[in-house]
């Protein structure tokens, strides 16, 4: 149903921004020439065409992009829509009885994908412009493509995560980022430090996990791999419940903003996993998010 998969949307963007993520914009610390405050008008832009009935994966992306080119003038979500356009497609069929029903949806949907959703993408991804995009051997988004989008997206899964969630149905966000996040939610203490401590756990654990492909883009792989070995220490001592100095964290964040290194796709991962939790549990979608930072661990 639009109306879930639109509160599941907002309800992740609002958390993009509200949790502080090291190297990523937040409310309590704007980078990379941003503010939160972007994000969530951009968020509020797409939801529209992001969970229209009436549009094919390819059109949502390609209209909410432009949405958010209307008020941000920048890239603020591209990766969160070409994540969040089939979630919110799959949604259509009314709320899943499971994450498992959820996930066959998804699958279902990158199926059914067609090359005029691939030419909608490109032109989405043309108007965003996002930084250090580079050139692919196939299928390259300043060509005319030839496949359908799934297709194109696996011509690039060994460069650029989100594209590996369309080849593998969105496999690392349900095994991966789902269980860590419901693990932290059902944890111990007050609602807020628990929800802070579920979407830090699961942006770790992403970032820990694949190095990222937005710092790849912009940088190169070993400095990806250099922030993933960076996010693996603090995962590591995060999931044995080890507490970590709050300024410790404010330090790594603002050396990554002072290098302008963005682990963006980490964040993007993150928000579209945050969507699902939302889909699966629309109650979620109603608890309130404070953005004042608790304490971490």
């Not at 949790?19 to 968020?43: C, E, I, Q, T, Y």
């Not at 003038?73 to 899943?96: H, K, S, V, Y």
């Not at 964290?249 to 050396?255: G, L």
């Amino acid at each position: 149903m639009a109306g879930n998969a639109a509160a599941a949307f907002l309800w992740a963007c609002t958390l993009d921004v509200a949790v502080a993520k090291p190297g990523n914009v937040s409310m309590d610390a704007p980078g990379h020439g941003m503010s939160a405050g972007l994000f969530l008008d951009s968020a509020a832009a797409a939801v529209a065409p992001l969970t229209d009935g009436a549009l094919r994966v390819g059109e949502r992306i390609e209209q909410a992009v432009a949405q958010t080119q209307a008020v941000a003038r920048c890239n603020t979500n591209l990766g969160i829509l070409l994540l969040c356009a089939p979630l919110a497609t799959a949604m259509e069929a009314g709320p899943p009885r499971d994450a498992r029903t959820l996930g066959e949806r998804i699958e279902a949907v990158l199926a059914a994908l067609t090359v005029a959703d691939t030419e909608a993408a490109y032109r989405a991804i043309a108007h965003a412009m996002p930084a250090g995009l580079g050139t692919a051997p196939e299928q390259d988004v300043a060509t005319r493509p030839t496949v359908n989008l799934r297709a194109a997206m696996h011509l690039a899964t060994m460069r650029d995560t989100v594209a590996r969630q369309y080849a593998n149905g969105y496999a690392d966000l349900f095994t991966l980022g789902l269980p860590v996040l419901r693990r932290h939610l059902a944890g111990h203490g007050a609602w807020h430090e628990r929800l802070h401590r579920a979407v830090t756990a699961v942006y770790l654990a992403f970032l820990a996990r694949f190095p990222d492909s937005h710092i790849a883009r912009k940088h190169g792989l070993p400095a990806a791999r250099r922030v993933s070995n960076q996010a693996r220490l603090f995962h590591g001592r995060f999931e044995a419940g080890q507490s970590i100095d709050p300024e410790e964290f404010a330090q790594w964040d603002r050396e990554l903003k002072a290098a302008g290194v963005n682990p963006g796709t980490s964040a993007d991962l993150t928000v579209a996993c945050a969507m699902i939790a939302g889909c699966l549990d629309p109650q979620l979608c109603a608890m309130p998010i404070d953005p004042r930072q608790p304490g971490i661990g």
